[in-house]
């Protein structure tokens, strides 16, 4: 009888080691959190870590892609800390160059709007191609212009949901350039 027991005891103990097991397994797969957590620490899509809730945004905050610190150590206010792959790391002390042919930056609307655009100024640009087609943006994977130059550009997006992440992709096949600021901004109401 105590054979039995101890038995029974012994399977038991067993069967909830491998649930706990399979539960493990499920939430290592399945994580409950945040997207800036998703998106630095797991998938690698963010270069820099925003911190928590921080891929929100508000229409017109301009935004500078440089280092928190300047050369000399003092802080700087509207760094853009939502950068993804294609992003120089290190030493942006004067914008960040492209590292590779694709470039993200990814944003959070805090409200929707329906005349939104795209605003960069690039301080740098280099094309070694001839012909070359610039640099093609697109917004969620549909393009939206180019810029073949360096300077202030404004891209029409149009129409851009609340909430939702929204993606910028920067591809440039043969040219190298630096991005200084960028902002959504909102257009004047068409009449």
Known sequence: ???????VLLYAAC???????ILVLWWGKNPKVGTEYRMYYLTHELTDWPGYGNLKYTFG???ICTEHK?????????VCS??????QKTKRYEGTKNTDKDSYIYYIPDESSDNIY?????TEYDTTAVGD????VYVNDK???????????????????????LTVKFHADNAEYTLYSISLDKGQAET
């Open 70 to 78: 300047d050369r000399n150590g003092k802080e700087q206010s509207n």
């Open 82 to 87: 939502r950068k993804g792959q294609g992003w």
């Open 118 to 122: 795209l605003v960069c100024d690039i």
């Open 1 to 7: 009888m105590r054979k039995n027991i101890a038995r």
């Open 61 to 63: 905050t301009k935004e």
């Open 143 to 165: 393009l939206i212009g180019n810029i073949d130059s360096k300077g202030t550009t404004k891209l029409k997006i149009g129409y851009v949901s609340g909430d939702e992440l």
């Open 133 to 136: 087609k610039g640099i093609e």
């Open 15 to 21: 069967a909830v080691l491998v649930v706990f097991y």
